[in-house]
């Protein structure tokens, strides 16, 4: 996809609009058309504790995003457009990452506060003061069956964007839903290419560490509501020459005297395709192998569980993961950040190396209990051990604290503000304590 200017963007929703005030079949295309933007102002900062290097990434920005749906015209087979167009303006951000631009190693250069990858790099290794995107996609409908091509935003077990920074990640490819039997949910595709959270264009997709790239993510699945309180779930992925995942997942939930008692029961099975299945170097994926190598073929197997009590404001949350295989949990990765449907996936930690088990802990408290609706505040640990490896026991564990609150009434209502922090620590090689800080002020203005 392209990049564009502001002005564009902004008035993006009034143009197609136009497009298709010419025909009197579009009468649902216009009637039933929404756009908003929404700003989003992040801070970011991460302090690493110890280690060679650099000891600060720290940015702060303003992002735009507008999202553009039409409605879909009218008779049997209805067509649509989509689209999201986004801006970042960087406010500040510490110096130069590296003198040859993106995809340097941060820590061989010596400037000890470098920016983060909240944006794009200038060849000198600074960020861009700003950068810019338009996505379209185009849709057709029949009956409650939707075909796209174009811009995704994926939220699936086996492939979920990420969105923790200025401006959320984006998937480009062709996408099919269907909701025609009752209780059931049903999604399939392709994904060609990503556009990380930090990038303005589209590129090829890969696992973390990876030379080789691949621009095909096949998936398939579905989620079955059986009653009002159990939904199953099956998934299946496939990024070419990388791995094939398969996805089994059950949620079930009881009234428990004053409260309720929710389990949420996830199994991914994950092994090699193409390229990697074969061995070739440029393929490989991270872990830890019976011959001492630390890249290889996928090869996980990983289950967890995770249990809430809610009662009143309160939610308890216990939950346990256990990684088994020779490789780390595979994902898609461009090297600054990817998304998981992992219970322990947490601001910093993963908690998926090969062999590790991880036990988590969670607490939230909803204010609204107490008259304060809006009013959230909550914390993780999870803590991470047996990674496999020959030379000593490794482990890890990372405690994330967040308070959160957002306006209920009055001319800004729905403007929301979260404060979130966490603490990582490990013994694991190449790895480094760290302490992130995350200020995130978000509001959606509706336009139609």
């Avoid at 461009?334 to 991880?358: K, N, Q």
């Avoid at 809006?374 to 020959?390: S, V």
Wanted: proline share 3%.
């Amino acid at each position: 996809m392209s990049k564009l200017s502001p002005l564009p963007c902004a008035i993006l929703g009034c143009n197609l609009a136009l497009l298709a005030s010419g025909s009197a079949s579009a009468a649902g295309f216009l009637e039933d058309s929404k756009a908003s933007v929404t700003l989003r102002n992040t801070y970011y900062n991460d302090d690493y504790r110890e280690g060679q290097g650099v000891s600060k990434l720290e940015e702060w920005g303003q992002g735009f995003q507008l999202n553009y749906s039409s409605g879909f015209t009218q008779g049997t087979v209805g067509f649509g457009l989509d689209a999201i167009a986004q801006w970042g303006i960087r406010l500040d951000g510490g110096g130069r990452a590296s003198a040859t631009g993106p995809g340097t190693d941060f820590s061989t250069n010596a400037d000890s506060r470098q920016p983060t990858n909240m944006f794009p790099r200038n060849s000198d290794g600074s960020s861009v003061n700003e950068f810019g995107s338009l996505s379209p996609a185009v849709k057709m409908r029949i009956s409650k069956t939707e075909l796209r091509y174009g811009v995704i935003e994926p939220n699936m077990p086996v492939l979920t964007l990420i969105d923790g920074r200025l401006l959320p990640q984006l998937f480009e490819g062709t996408q099919i839903t269907s909701t025609d039997i009752d209780n059931l949910k049903l999604i399939g595709g392709q994904i060609e290419k990503v556009k990380d959270r930090g990038s303005s264009s589209y590129d090829s997709m890969k696992v973390s560490g990876a030379l080789g790239d691949s621009n095909k993510f096949r998936y398939v699945g579905g989620d079955y509501q059986l009653g009002k309180s159990l939904t199953l779930q099956y998934y299946y992925g496939n990024l070419e020459d990388f791995y094939k995942q398969h996805f089994l997942g059950a949620i079930k939930t009881w009234d428990i005297g004053p409260g309720k008692l929710k389990a949420d029961l996830r199994y991914f099975h994950s092994r090699p395709d193409g390229a990697n299945g074969k061995g070739d170097a440029n393929y490989s994926s991270s872990g830890f192998y019976g011959d001492g190598k630390t890249r290889g073929k996928v090869d996980n197997d990983l289950y967890s569980g995770l249990f809430t009590y809610s009662v009143g404001g309160h939610a308890i949350s216990l939950g346990y993961q256990q990684s088994e295989g020779e490789s780390y949990f595979p994902s898609i990765n461009l090297g600054a950040g990817s998304g998981v449907y992992l219970i322990t996936d947490g601001m910093l930690g993963r908690f998926g190396a090969a062999g590790e088990h991880a036990w988590q802990a969670r607490y939230y408290y909803n204010f609204a209990a107490q008259g304060i609706p809006g009013l959230m505040a909550g914390m993780h640990y999870t803590r991470g051990d047996n990674i496999k490896a020959n030379d000593y026991e490794r482990k890890e564990f990372e405690r994330i604290t967040f308070i959160s609150y957002t306006l209920q009434n009055g001319p800004l209502k729905g403007l929301g503000a979260t404060i979130s922090q966490s603490m990582y620590r490990t013994n694991q090689t190449g790895l480094r304590a760290q302490d992130e800080y995350k200020l995130m002020v978000k509001y959606e203005i509706p336009i139609f």
